[in-house]
């Protein structure tokens, strides 16, 4: 096998072994920690699907592979047989150091196995209260220990908890013995905790959103209005802000939005409705002067240009994809003052029965960056 296919089968057998990278630089991140990523993504994409095959010309990154897994130099150019045999013992023998204590980098081993206390406290802990299972964390203190084979516990048990809406408990109890190693989905959930605790920290939010390298340009452009949106509760949330700050600050979140959101048939809704509530919030608190935007853009124009977006995510098989879609078409449709939405908010809560930090991402918005802000200022 020439590289391109050389390299597929390794993470073929790493996939087989449960080390299981969940994006191109999660893979990238098993052999290279410091090199930049920013460097090798292209590179990665085409290594990793391209049906053709090839030459891998990064030396950094072949001498990576070749010490992570102990394989020669020779293996590269060697008969299939060879290589195929060499890749197997080696992912064996990485899959070894990944398990003991000394290892610093922690792919999302998802299928490995969990002892059978640490199965037993994952279904204790959807459903019991808070404060009995703190005093469980305790019993079990060798299950938070910042280990490589704790990780898919502590993550198994992150998920649960987010849904459960239990930042602080995410916060105090899992977020210090998580290795540094996660998938984009597990950093933007932290980002959000940090941004849903009893004192948000905003700042760190944005921080870890903006560090975030996205897959493909949708993933980029919401992870880039996620950061941004981060920037703009921590401003906004200032007791101290003046009328006139906010006046300023609101012309700067608003020409921000518009560098990411390009109107254009089938673009993305998540940067639209951030945009929508900008240009809402600027029409009711000043509604006698000029959008800075002028003529251009209006919510009903927005809502227009993403229309085709929201309808397509509506039939999103996954969940959450489906309740941002459905909650975010109603949004738009209360910024642009329809009545009686009370019956379809109703429904969505109904069908789509989204866990509780859904709702509180959904109250943040309707209230504290709308509501408030127009009753405070207007």
């Not at 390794?10 to 072994?17: F, H, L, P, V, Y």
């Not at 052999?31 to 990665?44: A, G, H, I, Q, T």
């Not at 429904?347 to 127009?374: A, I, K």
């Given at each position: 096998?020439?590289?391109?296919?050389?390299?597929?089968?390794?993470?073929?057998?790493?996939?087989?072994?449960?080390?299981?990278?969940?994006?191109?630089?999660?893979?990238?991140?098993?052999?290279?920690?410091?090199?930049?990523?920013?460097?090798?993504?292209?590179?990665?994409?085409?290594?990793?699907?391209?049906?053709?095959?090839?030459?891998i010309r990064k030396r950094i990154f072949i001498s990576a592979i070749n010490e992570k897994l102990g394989l020669g130099e020779e293996v590269w150019g060697a008969s299939e047989g060879k290589q195929k045999e060499a890749v197997v013992q080696g992912v064996l023998r990485f899959k070894e150091e990944l398990e003991g204590e000394e290892i610093d980098l922690f792919p999302c081993l998802d299928a490995a196995a969990l002892s059978p206390e640490q199965e037993a406290f994952l279904d204790f802990a959807k459903s019991a209260s808070l404060e009995t299972l703190e005093k469980r964390v305790q019993a079990e203190a060798t299950s938070f220990e910042k280990r490589s084979q704790n990780q898919p516990f502590l993550l198994a048990l992150f998920h649960i908890m987010y849904a459960r809406a239990a930042y602080v408990f995410v916060y105090d109890n899992v977020f210090p013995y998580l290795l540094d190693t996660y998938d984009n989905t597990v950093k933007a959930k932290q980002a959000d905790i940090y941004a849903s605790l009893p004192t948000p920290m905003y700042r760190e939010a944005f921080e870890i959103l903006s560090a975030i390298k996205g897959e493909n340009k949708e993933e980029t452009i919401d992870l880039k209005t996620a950061a941004i949106s981060n920037i703009r509760r921590e401003r906004l949330s200032s007791a101290t802000l003046s009328k006139e700050e906010f006046k300023g600050l609101l012309q700067t979140l608003i020409r921000t939005?518009?560098?990411?959101?390009?109107?254009?048939?089938?673009?993305?809704?998540?940067?639209?409705?951030?945009?929508?509530?900008?240009?809402?919030?600027?029409?009711?608190?000043?509604?006698?002067?000029?959008?800075?935007?002028?003529?251009?853009?209006?919510?009903?124009?927005?809502?227009?240009?993403?229309?085709?977006?929201?309808?397509?995510?509506?039939?999103?098989?996954?969940?959450?994809?489906?309740?941002?879609?459905?909650?975010?078409?109603?949004?738009?449709?209360?910024?642009?003052?329809?009545?009686?939405?009370?019956?379809?908010?109703?429904?969505?809560?109904?069908?789509?029965?989204?866990?509780?930090?859904?709702?509180?991402?959904?109250?943040?918005?309707?209230?504290?960056?709308?509501?408030?802000?127009?009753?405070?200022?207007?």
């Open positions: 096998m020439q590289h391109k296919f050389l390299l597929r089968f390794i993470k073929e057998e790493m996939e087989k072994a449960h080390i299981v990278a969940k994006s191109n630089e999660d893979f990238f991140r098993l052999f290279l920690k410091d090199e930049p990523w920013s460097s090798y993504r292209s590179n990665m994409s085409n290594w990793l699907s391209a049906k053709e095959d090839g030459v939005y518009v560098k990411i959101y390009v109107p254009k048939e089938g673009c993305s809704y998540y940067p639209g409705i951030n945009l929508a509530y900008l240009l809402a919030l600027e029409k009711y608190v000043f509604p006698n002067e000029e959008s800075v935007l002028g003529n251009d853009y209006s919510v009903k124009q927005i809502y227009a240009d993403v229309k085709n977006s929201i309808t397509k995510e509506k039939t999103s098989e996954t969940s959450q994809s489906r309740y941002y879609a459905l909650m975010s078409d109603i949004e738009f449709q209360l910024l642009l003052n329809k009545q009686s939405m009370v019956q379809e908010l109703e429904y969505v809560l109904e069908t789509e029965n989204p866990s509780q930090s859904l709702v509180n991402q959904t109250q943040r918005q309707m209230g504290l960056f709308f509501m408030d802000l127009v009753e405070r200022f207007s």
